[in-house]
């Protein structure tokens, strides 16, 4: 128990973390919607985007800084501050909603974002304990996380989901997950032990400074998937970022179906990570995995734009029992839509821990949390820099462009292959600093 014990509490962490973001994130528009009074139409889209960015933005400005402070102070505080800030920020965003704040609400959404910054520091509870050659398998279950807060999450939030004009927003989803933050909290504080290198740097350091930067980027094994990871994730982020607009405009589904279709996706995400990467990484090593993953993402949407573009999306007119129809995805076509989505995630799960695990295994031991601080603040510029490409691709919702997210997308794929390919005749570094720190 003592070796598995902070990977299982770095995992719950996380799951917990996309769990409320994964309870929140499909519903940010609808809560848009209901609290724009008094602000002009033409910047509803532009506060919207706000809402969808906030968190992000935040992850960027705070991961380095934590990572930095997890280094100097250990792992276990900073994790335990960010379970903390969750609980208060889930809270307050329950309360926004229930007294209908926009301001409260943006308050609510950074704040959270600033909780959730800690990933980086999760990520270093796992490659602490874990040996450099079981660290993607461990970097893993981070991705089995995500798919753990992206398939039920939605789950959750479609069941608050209202599509009547007018109706009231539920305050549950923000309590929801303030209760199971609060869950997580009371687990780390009793059972999550110090996994920090000891010898680690103890001096103070400023939390905002470029060091971290330079070190990852001046070092070309660690800048090369760090590179990589960065291209693939504005790539998914574009993506993933007009998925909304396209499953609900192009192909017609409510936003309760468009909440299965999330969970599906998160539901993918889990079972390929969970059941095949950490079996699969073992045997072909990390930067085949990054090549077979990008090959994957790159294939799943130049497929789906070519569908869209060449009309190879068909609908059919079904009867419905109170009387009239509705237009829906032909079963060949919704096979289609599913399949190429279903390859896209896989390549992204086959990509994150891997890439992850390379940034990781070529980094100093007591540098843990600083680079992997870097490499979530990457992440997370990816992640605001991906849904705004792609919604300015997408276009309006009066003259949509829907095929040119996917197409984008594939440009930007087309260069992360590229450097993945680099790194098949790139050799290992040898560092004796980057043995675990517990569970010799």
């Not at 301001?103 to 959730?116: D, M, N």
């Not at 009867?319 to 896209?344: D, I, K």
Request: some cysteine; hydrophobic content about 50%; overall charge positive.
């Amino acid at each position: 128990m003592k070796q598995r014990s902070p990977q299982l509490i770095a995992f719950l962490t996380v799951a917990i973390d996309l769990l409320g973001f994964g309870i929140v994130l499909p519903l940010l528009p609808l809560y848009g919607d209901h609290f724009m009074g008094g602000i002009p139409k033409e910047y509803h889209g532009l506060t919207i985007g706000g809402l969808l960015s906030s968190f992000s933005l935040m992850q960027f400005l705070f991961a380095p800084g934590w990572g930095r402070l997890s280094d100097r102070v250990g792992r276990r505080p900073i994790l335990i501050i960010g379970l903390a800030g969750s609980v208060a920020f889930y809270t307050l965003f329950g309360y926004a909603t229930y007294i209908q704040s926009l301001a409260l609400l943006f308050v609510a959404r950074i704040g959270a974002g600033i909780a959730g910054a800690t990933i980086g520091t999760a990520q270093a509870v796992i490659a602490d304990s874990t040996t450099p050659e079981k660290r993607a398998r461990g970097m893993a279950l981070i991705g089995v996380a995500f798919g753990v807060g992206f398939t039920f999450g939605p789950l959750i939030g479609s069941l608050f989901a209202s599509e009547v004009a007018g109706s009231a927003m539920s305050a549950a989803p923000g309590f929801v997950a303030a209760g199971l933050s609060l869950v997580a909290l009371i687990l780390a504080m009793a059972l999550l032990p110090e996994t920090r290198p000891l010898g680690g740097d103890t001096k103070p350091r400023p939390w905002f400074n470029l060091e971290g930067w330079r070190f990852a980027l001046g070092h070309r094994s660690i800048a090369v998937p760090l590179l990589t990871f960065f291209c693939a994730t504005i790539a998914f982020g574009n993506f993933e970022g007009t998925l909304a607009r396209f499953v609900k405009y192009e192909l017609k589904y409510t936003l309760r179906e468009m909440g299965f279709i999330f969970a599906y996706i998160g539901l993918v995400l889990m079972l390929v990570q969970g059941l095949i990467v950490r079996k699969l990484v073992t045997r072909t090593g990390e930067v085949i995995m990054c090549v077979l993953g990008i090959g994957l993402m790159l294939a799943g949407l130049i497929v789906m734009g070519a569908a869209i573009t060449t009309d190879a999306l068909t609908f059919v007119e079904v009867p419905l029992s109170s009387g009239g129809s509705r237009t829906e995805l032909a079963t060949s076509s919704l096979a289609l839509v599913l399949g190429m989505l279903a390859v896209a995630v896989s390549g992204f799960a086959f990509l994150t821990p891997s890439a992850q695990a390379l940034v990781s295994r070529r980094t100093s031991a007591l540098r843990q949390g600083e680079v992997l601080g870097v490499n979530q603040a990457a992440s997370a510029i990816a992640r605001i820099l991906g849904p705004l490409m792609g919604n300015v691709l997408y276009g309006s919702q009066e003259n949509p462009h829907a095929a040119w997210p996917f197409y984008g997308g594939g440009i930007l794929l087309g260069v992360a292959l590229l450097l993945a390919l680099s790194m098949l005749h790139q050799r290992e570094p040898v560092d004796s600093q980057t043995k675990p720190a517990v569970g010799h």
